[in-house]
């Protein structure tokens, strides 16, 4: 099956740095990956979607200066924190478009701990 | 606007019983998919069954299989002979041009 990796799986950092997370899909190429984030016991929250070669396009209160996407390939997509501080702390999700028996399907990471100090 | 509900924050149910969980959905889309995904303790969201909303045949995978009412907009999960793998939170999520997920259920299984 399709494969989407998310680098690092764990992250501590101070605030006011930045912290950059990639996502990848390994066996196919996708056009359009998604940002998620989860709070503990909560439902996935949709971020912004990433189009190869084009901006992305965020979802209403996401803050677009605070976390950069960039979708270089049809493989990586990053997700920046930029300025990270303790309300960043999260649980951050990629998942990539693909195809599978002719249905689309989005296949999902193993998501990005994000603990700001 | 495009929204998903789940009605039952929590489930439980013996191992080899079986048990359903509940969706409902909005969207004005005629071509859209559904989905349940399984999220275990590890967190890795895992895509449990999918069902393609032109299709009226419901979909089936192994012990899981889906009661699709396209005009009541519900998407109900059916887990037959349940295992304690199957312990999770489980979300229904619709696709349009982005995936929206509901609130999720956390499924036990009992021993």
């Known amino acids: 099956g399709a494969v989407v990796s998310q680098h690092p799986s764990w992250v501590i950092c101070k605030s006011g740095t930045s912290v950059k997370i990639e996502c990848r899909s390994l066996d196919f190429q996708a056009t359009t990956m998604f940002w998620y984030r989860q709070f503990p016991k909560q439902s996935l929250m949709l971020m912004a979607t990433?189009?190869?070669?084009?901006?992305?396009?965020?979802e209403q209160g996401v803050e677009k200066d605070k976390f950069l996407i960039n979708h270089a390939s049809l493989t990586l997509s990053t997700l920046t924190v930029t300025s990270a501080h303790p309300e960043d702390s999260s649980f951050y999700i990629c998942s990539a478009r693909g195809t599978s028996g002719g249905s689309e399907t989005q296949y999902f990471g193993p998501g990005t701990r994000l603990l700001v100090l | 606007a495009q929204t998903v509900t789940q009605s039952q924050p929590e489930m439980s149910v013996q191992e080899a019983e079986t048990v359903t969980l509940s969706c409902t959905y909005d969207?004005?889309?005629?071509?859209?998919?559904l989905f349940w995904y399984k999220q275990p303790p590890s967190r890795q969201m895992i895509l449990v069954i999918r069902q393609e909303a032109y299709k009226q045949q419901n979909a089936t995978e192994n012990r899981f299989s889906v009661n699709f009412q396209k005009a009541a907009k519900s998407f109900s999960l059916k887990i037959s002979d349940s295992q304690l793998g199957d312990t999770a939170m489980y979300f229904c999520a619709l696709n349009t041009d982005k995936l929206i997920f509901g609130t999720g259920t956390r499924l036990q299984v009992f021993p």
């Open positions: 969207t004005s889309e005629s071509n859209y998919y």
């Open positions: 990433s189009n190869e070669g084009s901006k992305a396009t965020y």
